[in-house]
């Protein structure tokens, strides 16, 4: 079965300064995997997608994360946290034809 | 360009009154819909998901209902509300056949009391 964890429910960066958020994905075979974006109260947003190309997939808002088989990890980085990246982050994998395996997500804050 | 709309916003339910939530896509044909439930301080639980016109798929057995009338609109539904049934719900969208991405509304904030 395919699931993913997000080893960290709690990130806090300062302005600036990088941001990792990490996750960890189990799968029998390649996966499809997603970074998602909650802003508070409101829906969320796809980030970026891997898709069994490119390892290293750039998102928008300056994000990428990149896919390793080897650790079977998909973290999601970004070299300069803004204030307005503060939000929750969800790592997810497609499990099957209409489904998605929703992380517990990590809470992103940023300090000024 | 496609757009997803959910309404109410919010919204204030006593137990075991009726529950009926709207979601509607705009520019696209024949999406695959969905229906998720965010509890507070969870991930998001798939509930139902729709290829098409009346058919229905529920992933958990619960107090709601889910039902597709026409082509891009999903309602949510429940006869006898529950206090676990507050939560933040969230439909989506995606464009078949494959699941590559889905496209969330802005949800609706249910509080049962």
New interface residues.
């Given amino acids: 079965a395919q699931s993913v964890t997000q080893l960290d429910s709690h990130v806090s960066v300062s302005e600036g300064t990088p941001v990792l958020l990490r996750c960890n994905y189990s799968s029998s075979y390649s996966p499809?995997l997603?970074w998602?974006v909650q802003h508070p109260?409101?829906?969320?947003?796809?980030l970026l997608?891997y898709?069994s190309a490119a390892t290293l997939v750039k998102g928008i808002n300056g994000f990428e994360a990149e896919f390793k088989k080897s650790e079977t990890s998909f973290h999601l980085t970004k070299p300069s946290a803004h204030m307005s990246d503060a939000a929750e982050y969800?790592c997810v994998v497609?499990t099957g034809?209409?489904?998605?395996f929703?992380?517990?997500?990590t809470r992103l804050t940023v300090i000024p | 360009s496609q757009t997803i709309h959910?309404w109410p916003a919010t919204l204030v339910q006593p137990v075991g009154s009726p529950l009926s939530l709207e979601c509607t896509v705009e520019g696209t044909s024949n999406p695959?819909l969905?229906w998720y439930r965010q509890a507070a301080g969870?991930?998001?639980q798939?509930l139902f998901?729709s290829?098409g016109i009346g058919q229905i798929?529920s992933?958990v057995p619960q107090n709601l209902s889910a039902s597709r009338p026409q082509d891009r609109q999903f309602i949510l539904s429940s006869k006898k509300l529950l206090l676990s049934d507050s939560g933040?719900y969230?439909c989506?969208w995606s464009p078949p056949p494959a699941?590559?991405?889905?496209?969330?509304?802005?949800?609706t904030?249910l509080t049962v009391t």
Wanted: glycine share 14%; net charge positive; proline share 2%.
């Fill in positions: 499809s997603f998602y109260n409101k829906g969320l947003q796809l997608k898709t969800f497609k034809a209409n489904n998605l929703f992380g517990t997500g | 959910q695959n969905y969870r991930g998001l798939l998901y290829v798929s992933e933040f969230l989506a699941l590559y991405e889905q496209y969330f509304g802005p949800g904030r």
